[in-house]
């Protein structure tokens, strides 16, 4: 069972391979780039305003140690007598200076850091967004693409939203830790090597837990994932009747049993792991600063240093030790959390590679022939073309129809000639242009593609329909009603509690739910708003019923007249008066012609339609 939880399909990539210390050293700079990044994009004027804090409360900390110096002089030479202890005052007031405006420098960092956090994550998942809407369509059919979309926005969003506190935080141990290891150097060059042997057991502690979580993430991933997938069947309004219908509860808890056992096993055991690297690490530190002290008496003892250095040294320990336990606790989660970084910079890294092209040759309005010579098309991974060697022209005006089995290949035809998918082979041409060197985005303005399973927008039914060209320009709402009239999607609308501004979302207050023939309505007058001069309609009437089917036909053909239609059905009634019919099989082209003319070649598309006719007639008597 662990392994078929951790099965090629689940799996989302391959960085779980172990890494050596200074692989983890080398690749630690480089994945806390995007987060600097991203900090400076999200708020400039408040990372500057941190940056120089920072460095100002570390230099502050530093002079407050040396102040501590003179009055640790004042007080222990030859004894604290009074006038030494008013001889003391003006260092004592340094100190106090010194340390109160070191406070007021960190309460700074804590506000521009309240500015910082949120922005980061606004502009992080502007650009995450940004970058999965402008790649290619088939960069999604793409496992791995996918599959690394999803990581950056589950896992590298979050990390990286908690990776910014934590370089703000690390900056100022940083500074800290600076501050109070040059004070030392200064007070005594051997008392620097000394304060140093502390970071040794920590440092390694830090990168032996962060390479046992980083080890242990690509299966912790996958099985996250697969949860998440049980979590939703659980606890969905979509599944909720079919699971209850099919009696299927114990299934569901069965499947989340057995993955959560697993994935609790996985964590336990890198937790166990994290855990004894951390005491050794407590252990060996413990050690190291007891060695410190020790140390620092010999010194003393042997006269090396004199008793205020020694004094002021001792805080200095205690000073950088407090640092130094906030820039471990910042390294560790900082290091962990980057590598997770990495992963969302990797993203937007690999979605910059798969956007659309862009090109200044623009696509002739309304084109009066589409052609497609030898195209094949294979999609991502696969072993097998989707297509192969279509050739086939389209007129303005015509509605020609692509039928065929499940899985031949129609709608794969279709967003091709919409200019969608990039054929792997051949050439599609508007009006003599080659489709691939036309702007895309003037391609997309000629197209209107209505799907058999449409987007369900969670918003009002004005803006399901308007969202089809969204920034036309409809005074009062004319086109709008024109085509919600010619889908038979009014009468949804006047059904619906608040009209045309019901929110279409049980997953809101006051949200209302469509049946499936409702949406589709909604989706064919999104369609005819849109109003462009390719109109592509896949299986746009399975869900409706007879009455609202032959209604929206009925608008099909009255589209027509200039325009051109690329109609995908299996209900070959529906195709009887289409100017050309074409057939595929298996990812070809096999017959072409009207609805009377394969008729009489007695092909495959009779066979088909026979079988329809007879169900049909069947079913009648």
């Not at 230099?59 to 009074?82: I, K, S």
């Not at 990776?163 to 008392?191: C, K, M, Q, R, Y």
């Not at 969608?420 to 391609?443: E, M």
């Not at 279409?504 to 499936?516: I, P, V």
């Amino acid at each position: 069972m662990t392994e078929a939880l951790a099965s090629p399909y689940w799996r989302l990539d391959d960085t779980g391979r172990p890494l050596s210390f200074w692989q983890l050293v080398r690749r630690f700079p480089a994945a806390c780039r995007p987060v600097v990044e991203v900090i400076r994009l999200a708020a400039p004027r408040s990372a500057a305003v941190i940056a120089v804090l920072q460095v100002a409360s570390g230099v502050t900390g530093a002079f407050g140690l040396l102040a501590t110096t003179g009055v640790l002089e004042e007080l222990l030479t030859a004894g604290p007598t009074a006038e030494r202890v008013m001889g003391a005052v003006p260092a004592l007031v340094l100190v106090i200076a010194a340390y109160l405006a070191r406070g007021a420098m960190d309460a700074g960092v804590s506000l521009a850091t309240a500015r910082v956090v949120p922005g980061v994550r606004r502009v992080a998942e502007e650009r995450l967004f940004d970058a999965g809407l402008h790649a290619e369509l088939v960069a999604f059919d793409d496992d791995r693409f996918y599959d690394r979309m999803h990581r950056a926005r589950d896992r590298g969003l979050f990390y990286l939203e908690q990776a910014t506190s934590n370089v703000i935080a690390l900056l100022g141990a940083i500074f800290a830790v600076a501050g109070a290891a040059g004070i030392i150097g200064v007070l005594h060059p051997v008392l620097l090597p000394v304060l140093l042997i502390c970071l040794l057991p920590e440092g390694w502690a830090v990168f032996r837990s962060a390479r046992l979580g980083y080890e242990g993430m690509t299966r912790l991933v996958t099985l996250n994932r697969r949860l998440r997938m049980i979590s939703d069947l659980a606890t969905e309004r979509e599944p909720a009747a079919e699971i209850r219908a099919c009696q299927a509860e114990a299934f569901v808890l069965d499947e989340y049993r057995q993955l959560a056992d697993v994935l609790r096993d996985h964590e336990v055991a890198v937790g166990l792991a994290q855990a004894r690297t951390g005491i050794v690490g407590r252990a060996c530190a413990g050690v190291a600063t007891a060695g410190t002290f020790v140390a620092l008496g010999l010194l003393l003892y042997a006269g090396w240093i004199p008793l205020a250095v020694a004094g002021t040294a001792v805080i200095a320990i205690r000073t950088s030790s407090a640092a130094l336990a906030q820039l471990v606790r910042a390294t560790n989660e900082l290091f962990e959390q980057s590598l997770y970084v990495s992963d969302y910079q990797s993203f937007l890294s690999t979605a910059r590679e798969r956007r659309r092209p862009v090109s200044a040759v623009p696509a002739p309005p309304a084109p009066s022939r589409i052609t497609l010579h030898e195209v094949g098309f294979r999609y991502p991974g696969a072993s097998v073309d989707a297509l192969r060697g279509v050739d086939l022209s389209i007129h303005k005006g015509q509605i020609i129809a692509l039928v065929g089995e499940n899985g031949s290949g129609k709608t794969t035809l279709a967003k091709i000639i919409a200019g969608l998918y990039r054929p792997s082979r051949g050439q599609v041409c508007w009006d003599g242009h080659d489709i691939s060197v036309l702007d895309p985005a003037g391609v997309a303005d000629q197209v209107v593609m209505v799907l058999q399973d449409p987007v369900r927008w969670p918003h009002d039914a004005r803006t399901n329909v308007r969202v089809g060209r969204h920034d036309r320009t409809d005074p009062g709402d004319a086109a709008l009603l024109e085509a919600a009239a010619a889908a038979r999607a009014t009468e949804v609308v006047e059904g619906l509690p608040h009209g045309w501004e019901t929110l279409l979302s049980k997953y809101f207050r006051d949200g209302h739910e469509l049946s499936g023939g409702q949406w589709q309505r909604l989706a064919v007058a999104r369609g005819l708003f849109r109003d462009a001069p390719l109109v592509i309609w896949d299986e746009p009437t399975a869900p409706l019923d007879a009455k609202a089917e032959y209604a929206v036909f009925e608008s099909l053909r009255q589209l027509a007249g200039n325009r051109t239609v690329v109609l995908i059905t299996h209900r070959l009634a529906s195709v009887r008066n289409a100017d050309q019919i074409y057939l595929l099989h298996e990812g070809s082209l096999v017959e072409r012609g009207t609805h009377t003319d394969l008729l009489a070649a007695g092909g495959r598309y009779a066979q088909l339609y026979g079988l329809q006719v007879e169900m049909y007639t069947g079913a009648a008597t």
